[in-house]
């Protein structure tokens, strides 16, 4: 390095830190992951809501970062007393980027365009019920359900449900136009998302005037770019091993909250020997819980016995029903009429609950004799032959939609769970409003399957966040992928 | 030399069209489908085949590589699957971060590799000689992604020099540009420099025990004098043979340092894009930097003709 260039060098860097030292009102977050484009409401990927729920886009409700629901577009509803019809009150004087009027006819849109029969939305589910949309005035739509649904408020939080524009949906991919406090203002593809403040917000303003979102796939690059201090938070942070050296160091302050991924050992109850109840019972005894927390997540998450979210209010403790005992594992396969095991697969998606945790699952069921062959996937890989094709034995997965154990009402999903009791149980709790009796049946629920064995649960999935010290407002828990800028700001 | 040039560009042309075929029969046979992977697990079945209409995917294989070879001969590389923005501008995008990097590095290595080449092999046995190729050893054993790593540690966490990584972009200033691919120029070109290096020392030993060496000398040229104005010349085809394979490989090789430095280069963009079977931009990409490839084999072939003259006579 020559010594002009040092000098520049030297003398940028003196500027960068004189002007953040004025300023403080933006901030650079990282993501290991790039969104594909920006339309919440006709993909999968997490990556899309964490950029752009609501900093560009907003529903009608939406999640707080303690995972509770409150009105955002929709100022407040009525509901008729048999509950399928809705009456939302719109908020008023709410513009969308380009200037124009957010009213119920863009609702209307929104909802209609979700649900229509040639829709590209990843969760079109959630507006099946939805038997009509009507404009009542322009601050004023009517929803109406074909069947009572207990979820619907909920349902409406989802990014999958914001409310956008009919004239900016031909752009909405690269050039998104919401409601919300922040502007896309420039998107350098591979690289980073910068967004600005919206003047015009209707809401409260917030503090930042500008954020960034880099994109860091690597673990290691991740850890540097931390360390030098490029990114001034990284919204789920990919090495778990390098979280005690942040949480070591007063620069930095490390997050750990819990997200909506119930992570398991799927299995497919339809192949033999899975399709006996004493086979995957002896699954769910053969596996330690714990040991694969500790090894494949550095101790991080939360030991789960069915499958729901652990700091849901509603949830059932139920570990103690499948607890590791790999001789009471081993006599049940005797029972079962396979004293020497059998063999099967598990397959293993990128991520490394997956791949970790596969190496110490595979280890745990060879002791009770089972012999699980290990193949990695890519993720389209195992969409195509494990969730389409349902060609596999085991494969472990984080489910990550909330208050999704309405999956296993679905006798085709793709590990193929098939019981009429359990069906009837979530018809029961989708026609049900009460709260108390929606706790009591989905603790139903969560036993019935629990008892079934269906899959080996394993764990509620950290969300693992690093960010320097001065950084105030992160969401600790992910209800939803989401990072919201309106509330994020740096301490004096 | 226009006949051999002619003859070298038909194989050019040839040597493109199959390889287009190529691309799309092995990429398209790879499993996983783009739209079940845009909509992930909770799609219905209805939603990915809406979406796989609206991408076009619902037309045969043959009627696909039909408009995909006819739109490139236009220009035209199609539409990304998961992005939705045009291939041809996200490929010149991130080529204004590879290309600049790949020469970045070709001109360090290449820095580094002639003197250390001409030094070692006018030194040949000594001290010095031992000491160039000792330490291309190292260079060569080195793995470029844990150099990188250690570049990192070194000039962005404990130095604070350089940014870990990320790209500036040039509308900051060539400087600025220039300074976010420093480090991972230095961490491509060294290992390629290393190469580089034996190979310019060892073509340089085969030339000076050559005959018309010991003539250039017998004439009364020095032994410095002979090796410039001769040697050097002759011993410049085994090197630019490798110059010209190190650029193909710096321009399509870098991906594993794309990610160490998270630079959104062409390498990264074929990644993410095989990942989320958007095949249309692995097609294209892939095609890029096949053409690419023979466009530099291309030119090496016509700069021998005119390093050695022997080559133009001889077709």
Do not use: C
């Given at each position: 390095?020559?010594?002009?260039?040092?000098?520049?060098t030297?003398?940028?860097?003196?500027?960068?830190?004189?002007g953040a030292?004025?300023?403080?009102?933006?901030?650079?977050?990282?993501?290991?992951?790039?969104?594909?484009?920006?339309?919440?409401?006709s993909?999968?990927?997490?990556?899309?809501?964490?950029?752009?729920?609501?900093?560009?886009f907003?529903?009608?409700?939406?999640f707080m970062g303690d995972?509770s629901?409150?009105?955002?577009?929709?100022?407040?509803?009525?509901?008729?007393d048999?509950?399928?019809?809705y009456?939302?009150s719109?908020?008023e004087?709410?513009?969308?980027?380009d200037?124009?009027?957010?009213?119920?006819?863009d609702v209307?849109f929104?909802?209609?365009?979700?649900?229509?029969?040639?829709?590209?939305?990843?969760q079109k589910?959630?507006?099946?019920?939805?038997?009509s949309v009507?404009?009542?005035?322009?601050?004023?739509?009517?929803v109406?359900?074909?069947?009572p649904?207990g979820?619907?408020?909920?349902?409406?939080?989802w990014g999958?449900?914001?409310i956008?524009a009919?004239e900016?949906?031909?752009?909405?991919k690269?050039?998104p136009v919401g409601t919300?406090?922040f502007?896309l203002?420039?998107w350098v593809?591979?690289?980073?998302?910068?967004?600005?403040?919206?003047a015009d917000?209707?809401?409260?303003?917030?503090?930042?005037?500008?954020?960034?979102?880099?994109?860091?796939?690597?673990p290691t690059?991740?850890?540097a770019?931390?360390?030098?201090?490029?990114?001034?938070a990284?919204?789920n942070?990919p090495?778990?091993?390098?979280l005690?050296q942040?949480?070591?160091?007063?620069r930095?302050?490390?997050?750990v909250?819990?997200t909506?991924?119930?992570?398991i050992?799927?299995?497919?109850?339809?192949q033999?020997?899975?399709?006996d109840?004493?086979?995957?019972?002896?699954?769910?005894?053969?596996?330690?819980?714990?040991?694969?927390?500790?090894?494949?997540?550095?101790?991080?998450g939360?030991?789960?016995?069915?499958?729901?979210?652990?700091?849901?209010?509603?949830?059932?403790d139920l570990?103690?029903?499948?607890?590791?005992d790999?001789?009471?594992?081993?006599?049940?396969?005797?029972?079962?009429?396979?004293?020497?095991?059998?063999?099967?697969?598990?397959?293993?998606?990128p991520?490394?609950y997956?791949?970790r945790?596969?190496e110490?699952?595979?280890?745990?069921l060879?002791e009770?004799?089972i012999?699980?062959?290990i193949?990695?996937?890519?993720w389209a890989?195992w969409l195509?032959?494990?969730?389409?094709?349902k060609?596999?034995?085991?494969t472990?997965?984080?489910?990550?939609?909330?208050?999704?154990?309405?999956?296993?009402a679905?006798p085709?999903?793709?590990f193929q769970?098939?019981?009429p009791?359990?069906?009837?149980?979530?018809a029961?709790?989708?026609?049900?409003?009460?709260?108390?009796?929606?706790?009591?049946?989905?603790q139903?629920?969560?036993?019935?399957?629990?008892?079934?064995?269906?899959?080996g649960?394993?764990?509620?999935?950290?969300k693992?966040?690093?960010?320097k010290a001065?950084?105030?407002?992160?969401?600790?828990?992910?209800?939803t992928?989401?990072?919201?800028?309106?509330?994020?700001?740096?301490?004096? | 030399m226009l006949?051999?040039s002619?003859?070298?560009l038909?194989?050019?042309?040839?040597?493109?069209?199959?390889a287009s075929?190529?691309?799309?029969a092995?990429?398209?046979?790879a499993?996983g489908?783009?739209?079940?992977f845009m909509?992930?697990?909770?799609a219905?079945?209805?939603?990915?085949?809406?979406?796989?209409?609206e991408?076009g995917?619902?037309q045969s294989?043959?009627?696909?590589?039909?408009s995909?070879?006819s739109?490139?001969?236009?220009?035209?590389?199609?539409?990304?699957?998961t992005?939705?923005?045009?291939v041809?501008?996200?490929?010149a995008?991130?080529?204004w971060?590879?290309?600049?990097l790949a020469l970045f590095?070709?001109?360090?290595?290449t820095?580094i590799?002639?003197?250390?080449?001409?030094?070692?092999?006018?030194?040949?046995?000594r001290a010095?000689?031992?000491?160039?190729?000792?330490?291309?050893?190292?260079?060569v054993a080195?793995?470029?992604f844990?150099?990188?790593?250690?570049?990192?540690?070194?000039?962005a966490?404990n130095?604070r020099?350089f940014?870990?990584?990320g790209?500036?972009?040039?509308?900051?200033?060539l400087?600025?540009?220039?300074r976010?691919?420093?480090l991972p120029a230095?961490?491509?070109?060294?290992?390629?420099?290393?190469?580089?290096?034996?190979?310019?020392?060892?073509?340089?030993?085969?030339?000076?025990?050559?005959?018309?060496?010991?003539?250039a000398?017998?004439?009364?040229?020095?032994?410095?004098q002979?090796?410039w104005r001769?040697?050097?010349?002759?011993a410049?085809?085994?090197v630019?043979t490798?110059i010209?394979?190190?650029f193909?490989f710096?321009?399509?090789?870098?991906?594993?340092?794309e990610q160490?430095?998270?630079l959104?280069?062409?390498?990264r963009?074929?990644?993410?894009a095989?990942s989320?079977r958007?095949?249309?931009?692995?097609?294209?990409?892939?095609?890029?930097?096949?053409?690419?490839?023979?466009?530099v084999?291309?030119a090496v072939?016509?700069?021998?003709?005119?390093?050695?003259?022997?080559?133009?006579?001889?077709?």
């Amino acid at each position: 390095m020559s010594l002009k260039s040092f000098v520049f060098t030297a003398s940028s860097v003196l500027a960068l830190t004189a002007g953040a030292a004025v300023a403080k009102d933006s901030i650079t977050i990282a993501m290991q992951l790039e969104p594909p484009h920006l339309d919440p409401t006709s993909a999968a990927a997490q990556a899309i809501d964490s950029v752009v729920y609501v900093n560009i886009f907003e529903g009608l409700t939406r999640f707080m970062g303690d995972g509770s629901i409150a009105p955002l577009l929709a100022k407040s509803w009525e509901i008729s007393d048999d509950g399928t019809v809705y009456t939302f009150s719109l908020q008023e004087g709410v513009a969308f980027h380009d200037g124009s009027a957010m009213d119920a006819e863009d609702v209307k849109f929104s909802l209609d365009r979700a649900r229509a029969e040639d829709s590209t939305n990843a969760q079109k589910a959630l507006f099946a019920g939805i038997s009509s949309v009507d404009v009542v005035d322009p601050m004023t739509v009517k929803v109406t359900l074909a069947e009572p649904n207990g979820s619907f408020l909920f349902n409406l939080a989802w990014g999958d449900a914001v409310i956008v524009a009919p004239e900016s949906i031909e752009d909405i991919k690269t050039a998104p136009v919401g409601t919300g406090a922040f502007k896309l203002a420039d998107w350098v593809q591979g690289d980073r998302i910068e967004m600005a403040r919206n003047a015009d917000y209707w809401g409260e303003a917030p503090v930042l005037a500008s954020a960034t979102f880099k994109f860091i796939s690597d673990p290691t690059a991740a850890f540097a770019a931390m360390m030098a201090e490029d990114v001034d938070a990284f919204d789920n942070f990919p090495a778990p091993e390098n979280l005690p050296q942040f949480e070591a160091d007063p620069r930095f302050q490390v997050l750990v909250g819990s997200t909506e991924g119930e992570t398991i050992l799927s299995t497919n109850n339809k192949q033999p020997p899975f399709d006996d109840a004493k086979v995957r019972q002896a699954l769910a005894h053969a596996i330690d819980r714990q040991a694969i927390i500790d090894g494949a997540m550095f101790g991080y998450g939360t030991p789960i016995g069915t499958h729901f979210a652990p700091h849901n209010p509603a949830y059932v403790d139920l570990t103690g029903g499948s607890a590791y005992d790999p001789d009471k594992a081993r006599a049940l396969l005797a029972e079962a009429g396979l004293a020497d095991g059998f063999e099967t697969t598990l397959h293993l998606p990128p991520p490394s609950y997956a791949r970790r945790g596969g190496e110490i699952i595979a280890a745990q069921l060879a002791e009770v004799g089972i012999k699980a062959e290990i193949t990695n996937v890519e993720w389209a890989q195992w969409l195509e032959t494990v969730f389409r094709g349902k060609t596999f034995g085991l494969t472990i997965v984080s489910h990550t939609e909330p208050m999704d154990i309405g999956i296993y009402a679905r006798p085709d999903y793709y590990f193929q769970y098939d019981n009429p009791a359990f069906q009837d149980l979530m018809a029961t709790l989708n026609a049900t409003t009460d709260p108390e009796a929606r706790t009591a049946l989905m603790q139903d629920a969560q036993k019935t399957i629990a008892g079934d064995y269906v899959n080996g649960y394993l764990f509620q999935l950290a969300k693992l966040g690093v960010a320097k010290a001065g950084v105030l407002g992160l969401w600790e828990n992910a209800p939803t992928a989401a990072i919201d800028l309106g509330a994020i700001s740096w301490a004096e | 030399m226009l006949r051999y040039s002619l003859k070298r560009l038909l194989s050019l042309i040839l040597s493109l069209a199959v390889a287009s075929a190529v691309i799309f029969a092995v990429i398209e046979v790879a499993p996983g489908d783009p739209a079940s992977f845009m909509l992930g697990v909770n799609a219905q079945a209805d939603t990915v085949a809406a979406l796989q209409a609206e991408l076009g995917l619902d037309q045969s294989k043959l009627q696909r590589y039909l408009s995909w070879v006819s739109g490139m001969l236009g220009g035209d590389f199609g539409t990304s699957y998961t992005y939705r923005t045009p291939v041809a501008e996200m490929i010149a995008d991130r080529l204004w971060v590879s290309l600049p990097l790949a020469l970045f590095a070709l001109t360090l290595s290449t820095l580094i590799a002639f003197p250390a080449g001409i030094y070692a092999a006018s030194r040949r046995g000594r001290a010095g000689d031992s000491a160039v190729m000792g330490a291309t050893q190292l260079g060569v054993a080195i793995p470029n992604f844990w150099f990188a790593m250690i570049l990192v540690l070194i000039f962005a966490i404990n130095l604070r020099w350089f940014s870990a990584g990320g790209f500036s972009g040039w509308d900051n200033g060539l400087l600025a540009g220039m300074r976010s691919l420093t480090l991972p120029a230095i961490a491509l070109a060294l290992p390629q420099a290393a190469i580089l290096t034996r190979v310019m020392r060892s073509s340089l030993l085969d030339i000076l025990g050559e005959d018309f060496m010991r003539t250039a000398r017998a004439k009364g040229l020095s032994r410095r004098q002979a090796l410039w104005r001769h040697g050097l010349r002759n011993a410049m085809i085994p090197v630019l043979t490798i110059i010209g394979l190190q650029f193909s490989f710096l321009l399509a090789g870098a991906i594993i340092i794309e990610q160490v430095f998270y630079l959104p280069g062409l390498g990264r963009l074929v990644f993410q894009a095989i990942s989320s079977r958007d095949l249309i931009v692995v097609e294209s990409v892939v095609m890029l930097l096949v053409f690419a490839v023979i466009t530099v084999n291309f030119a090496v072939d016509l700069a021998y003709a005119a390093v050695d003259p022997r080559l133009r006579s001889r077709t």
